[in-house]
């Protein structure tokens, strides 16, 4: 007779494993499937690592799993081709316990934490593709993997298959998603010496930044590039929506290429190596693109639900405390008895009403409003560059002539009311 389980997870990035390792915890069968050698081998992220979300999964985590650095300084540059405007905050206390965030590298954090899973009970299989899932009477009553026999049953089948998530549109949650929702992202992990870093980026030992990069780095495409520290290497990437992409007639690897060699990013990756390539889809859809999450007997979380905030590069936390979600609802569903779409629909609830829900709301007009204005990036970051050039460079006229000459380049009456209805637009959708 073929398997039984209380819950099949597919996928064991953060958003699995998180609801895995609850479910496990809490004395629930659990089956953890990965299509991956190991959890984590196939898996990309810019880097950073949340502490909060993960701390309330297993407290004290850093102590022990392979975080790289605790990051101290979160670094903001407007490029254009040959300046930047530049802004961070550096808070020291974020370089101590308990910590803000943490740089990782995926394939060794994904891997450790789907172990703290299977200390818990839940069962890893992995190299295990889930082909497609099983359905009777319009409830989701197991999966079906590439394995021979590999059919499995279940009372509930938590999806979280990230960003494609070729399962839930199987199950008709959402179509195909369009060009406009997903971003193409590109990175590379490039070795260098400690001691290197730390004296580059300006840190003491063991600290992290990162430096989020607008504009020129993108071509003004909507996106960013982003070059974050490691232990003894640094994550260079850069992530542009499909669309702009696709209109602009560029590949990811050809921005990243530039950005490579771009005069004010070039000095920071000087001498480093070539470790990893790596390219992943990133779901950036927001708020109105999250699909159908929850039906009978079967519950999406993580990357497969679009649970990303593009504006402030979180989704990490957001697929674990999905998972989490998920696990209490479905924790709940068993002392109940019942596994029905009503049931699960707790799930759904408590999401909207945890920060993911209300963040994704909150910037649920966001990406498609500088989807639509391409200009911000295009137009507003190189104006900014010109005007600190202005301000900035000692040339003998007073600082009266150079507000004037500013003021002039803004451009029309027109452009510049223009420029005033674009500033309260942007604020209106972040706000
Ligand atoms: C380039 C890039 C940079 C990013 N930077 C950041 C960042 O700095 N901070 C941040 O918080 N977030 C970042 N994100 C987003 C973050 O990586 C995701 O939101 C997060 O990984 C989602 O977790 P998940 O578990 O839902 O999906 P994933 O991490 O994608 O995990 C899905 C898992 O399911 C497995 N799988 C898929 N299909 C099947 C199948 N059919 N059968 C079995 N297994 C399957 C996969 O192998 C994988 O292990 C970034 C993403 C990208 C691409």
């Known amino acids: 007779m073929a398997e039984k389980f209380d819950v099949i997870v597919v996928g064991a990035g953060p958003a699995g494993t998180s609801c895995a390792y609850t479910l496990a915890k809490a004395g629930v069968n659990v089956l953890l499937l990965e299509r991956g050698e190991y959890p984590g081998s196939k898996n990309v992220m810019g880097g950073v690592l949340y502490r909060k979300m993960m701390e309330d999964i297993i407290p004290g985590f850093y102590k022990e799993a392979p975080v790289e650095r605790p990051i101290v300084e979160q670094r903001f540059m407007l490029l254009d081709e040959k300046s930047a405007v530049t802004f961070s905050y550096k808070g020291l206390e974020w370089g101590e316990e308990p910590y803000n965030n943490f740089t990782v590298l995926r394939a060794k954090f994904d891997q450790w934490f789907a172990e703290k899973a299977v200390q818990q009970g839940a069962l890893l299989v992995n190299e295990t ?54 971003a193409l992202a590109v990175m590379e992990v490039l070795k260098l010496d400690r001691k290197i870093i730390e004296d580059r980026f300006s840190l003491e030992q063991d600290q992290g930044c990162t430096f989020e990069i607008f504009g020129d780095a993108t071509k003004g495409i909507l996106g960013t590039a982003w070059l974050y520290t490691n232990k003894d290497s640094l994550n260079i990437g850069v992530g542009a929506m499909l669309s702009g992409l696709i209109k602009n007639k560029i590949k990811p690897h050809q921005l990243l290429d530039y950005v490579k060699k771009h005069p004010i990013i070039r000095p920071y990756i000087q001498g480093t190596e070539q470790q990893e390539y790596l390219a992943h889809l990133i779901p950036e859809g927001g708020y109105r693109s999250i699909p159908k999450v929850v039906g009978d007997g079967v519950i999406v979380v993580g990357d497969a639900a679009q649970l990303v905030n593009a504006i402030h590069r979180e989704g990490s936390n957001m697929a674990m405390t999905s998972g989490v979600l998920a696990a209490e609802a479905i924790l709940e569903a068993k002392a109940a008895g019942d596994f029905s779409a009503s049931m699960l629909d707790s799930y759904r609830q408590r999401l909207m009403d945890s920060f993911v829900g209300q963040d994704m709301k909150k910037y649920k007009d966001a990406t498609h409003h500088f989807e639509k204005y391409p200009h911000y990036f295009e137009k507003y970051i190189p104006l900014m560059n010109r005007a600190a050039s202005q301000m900035f460079t000692v040339d003998g006229s007073s ?33």
């Open 399 to 431: 600082k009266w002539e150079k507000q004037k000459k500013i003021w002039t380049e803004l451009g029309s009456a027109k452009e510049k009311w223009k420029m005033a209805r674009d500033l309260m637009q942007a604020w209106r959708v972040m706000k």
């Open 129 to 182: 593709v889930v082909t497609e899932c099983l359905v009777e009477n319009g409830k989701v009553i197991g999966v079906r993997t590439d394995r021979p026999d590999g059919d499995l049953f279940a009372d509930v089948v938590v999806l979280a298959d990230g960003v494609n998530s070729l399962l839930a549109k199987s199950l008709g949650f959402h179509k195909e998603f369009r060009p406009d929702e997903v």
